[in-house]
């Protein structure tokens, strides 16, 4: 077993989307690691570049329409220099994908067993015998009461909930040393997000998978990661172990996050609402500390020209300095909000 081997090596990503004729960077400059027997999750608000994040490192972009630099180095193989021949014998295989919304990833026309087993067709050279013994497998893996039962359904049948699982059990068929799970329950609703998640733990515990989860929701991260990245306008501004990150967060960015997430720091007071929007791809500040215009007490002075990531103990690293002397509106009488 390569326990905690690193086998995802995201270097130096930039992801840049045309947009009326000009390249505007979605993602800049992303470093990540990515180990067996993970769950790194990846976190921040809508619009901070998570998705294209999951996207390049699936070579799901049209080159037409986007420029990528950098290395996505998985397992000896840099996936950017790949084609879609190439890309197709690791997606599915060695790369499974989650998505957002079940109904959506599922053929209706197509019983359960057929979706699951068409994974198998194209990597695998297993029998119909040994397929139809798989996919029985892979239910019963992902939670499916009744596998025998589910596997003749149809998708319209099912629960958004049992869909989820379903595209879980499509997802690791092959056994896939990585996966990526963009929003795996954000459709669902609680009772059911949490047994997801919980499946989720359990297949990279039994497969010894890494699995990069990507959500908005730091209640999803907390139950969940060993490790978590936080990413705000396609950068990331801070990166650690969830202890780290929720023990001891550094970035103005973090905090906020964690101050505006119900039942953390604020139990009884209102929740913290952090002021303005991720900016959109063309209003991107090229300058200074990309949060920098939501948190306007804050002193320019406090925070770096250019931010390069800090590493303040071994595995957590801030962007920025101006985490040494942030402070929130009501924890300083001298800042005004
Ligand atoms: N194909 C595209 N063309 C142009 N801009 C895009 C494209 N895809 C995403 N963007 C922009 O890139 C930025 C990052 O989007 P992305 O979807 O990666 O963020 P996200 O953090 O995953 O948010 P969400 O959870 O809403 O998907 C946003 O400003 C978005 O509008």
């Known amino acids: 077993m390569e326990s905690t081997s690193e086998f995802l090596n995201i270097k130096d990503v930039s992801t840049a989307f045309k947009i009326n004729g000009k390249y505007y960077d979605a993602i800049s400059h992303i470093n990540l690691e990515v180990h067996h027997d993970e769950i790194l ?18 070579g799901l972009h049209d080159p037409a329409e986007t420029k990528i630099s950098g290395e996505v180095d998985f397992e000896g193989t840099n996936l950017l220099t790949l084609n879609e021949a190439g890309y197709n014998k690791f997606r599915g295989a060695k790369i499974g ?28 050279n297993f029998t119909a015998e040994q397929k139809h013994d798989r996919v029985l497998e892979l239910l019963d893996q992902v939670g499916i009461v009744n596998p025998k039962r589910t596997a003749h359904q149809f998708p319209h049948e099912l629960s958004g909930g049992m ?27 609680v009772t059911i997000q949490a047994q997801i998640l919980d499946v989720l733990r359990e297949i990279q515990k039994e497969n010894h998978a890494g699995i990069i989860l990507i959500t908005h929701d730091l209640g999803v991260v907390a139950e969940t990661a060993d490790r978590v990245a936080v990413m705000y306008a396609g950068q990331i501004v801070e990166q650690g172990s969830a202890e780290q990150i929720f023990n001891t967060p550094k970035h103005p960015y973090t905090r906020s996050l964690l101050r505006s997430m119900p039942q953390l720091e604020n139990q009884n007071d209102d ?18 500390d990309r949060f920098a215009p939501r948190i306007p007490w804050v002193p320019e002075s406090a925070h770096e020209k250019d931010p390069v990531m800090h590493v303040i103990e071994t595995g957590h690293e801030v962007r920025c300095t101006c985490y040494k002397e942030f402070k929130f509106p009501d924890e300083a009488e001298d800042v005004k909000a």
């Open 271 to 288: 929740l913290y609402v952090i002021q303005g929007n991720v900016p959109s791809l063309q209003r991107m500040p090229h300058e200074g």
């Open 41 to 58: 999750a990846i976190v921040g608000e809508s619009g901070c570049g998570k998705s294209t994040l999951a996207t390049t490192i699936m």
């Open 163 to 189: 869909r989820q699982r379903v595209i879980i059990a499509i997802a690791i068929a092959c056994k896939p040393d990585l996966i990526i799970a963009d929003e795996p329950t954000t459709a669902l609703d």
């Open 97 to 124: 994908m989650i998505f957002q919304d079940p109904l959506s990833a599922l053929n209706p026309l197509k019983r359960i067993e057929d979706q699951i087993s068409e994974v198998m067709d194209y990597h695998t």
